[in-house]
């Protein structure tokens, strides 16, 4: 039994707490961050928007990082219809339970569902967006993406 019992307290013992990497993003995702034809530019939404993703937290919250995201991209285009397609785009394809790059909570070391954030990982995500806002505060893209 005594052989047994490493394993036994290992079993009861609380996983160490997810981590969450440092903010990235791909831009506007596998959408064009800007008009191809002209100088629109709605990138600096999307970037917002993985700011909110890259954390996470509750389908009220990301609700909103939707719409917020929506909300940029008319303002930034003039084109309601463009909002609308990357609304419904975001709305599909970024719940939290598909193993995309770019799916709700992106950020964390493990997958996380609707939650909101403890405390603690609240205090996490502060400290990394405030880095990336610091390094990046326009929130620009390159603009060699599309």
């Given at each position: 039994?005594?052989?047994?019992?490493?394993?036994?307290?290992?079993?009861?013992?609380?996983?160490?707490?997810?981590?969450?990497?440092?903010?990235?993003?791909?831009?506007?995702?596998?959408?064009?961050?800007?008009a191809l034809i002209g100088t629109t530019d709605w990138c600096s939404c999307c970037l917002?928007?993985?700011?909110?993703?890259?954390?996470?937290?509750?389908?009220?919250?990301?609700?909103?990082?939707?719409?917020?995201?929506?909300?940029?991209?008319?303002?930034?285009?003039?084109?309601?219809?463009?909002?609308?397609?990357?609304?419904?785009?975001?709305?599909?394809?970024?719940?939290?339970?598909?193993?995309?790059?770019?799916?709700?909570?992106?950020?964390?070391?493990?997958?996380?569902?609707?939650?909101?954030?403890?405390?603690?990982e609240e205090a996490q995500a502060s400290v990394l967006r405030s880095r990336y806002i610091a390094s990046n505060p326009a929130l620009a893209c390159p603009k060699d993406t599309p």
């Amino acid at each position: 039994m005594t052989a047994a019992a490493p394993a036994v307290l290992a079993a009861c013992t609380t996983p160490p707490s997810p981590s969450l990497q440092p903010f990235s993003t791909d831009g506007c995702s596998s959408f064009p961050d800007r008009a191809l034809i002209g100088t629109t530019d709605w990138c600096s939404c999307c970037l917002a928007h993985d700011l909110a993703y890259w954390r996470g937290g509750t389908a009220d919250e990301r609700l909103k990082a939707d719409q917020d995201l929506k909300d940029c991209v008319h303002t930034a285009s003039g084109s309601a219809e463009l909002a609308d397609v990357m609304f419904a785009g975001v709305r599909m394809g970024g719940g939290p339970y598909f193993f995309t790059p770019y799916r709700w909570g992106y950020g964390w070391s493990n997958r996380r569902l609707y939650e909101p954030l403890s405390p603690e990982e609240e205090a996490q995500a502060s400290v990394l967006r405030s880095r990336y806002i610091a390094s990046n505060p326009a929130l620009a893209c390159p603009k060699d993406t599309p």
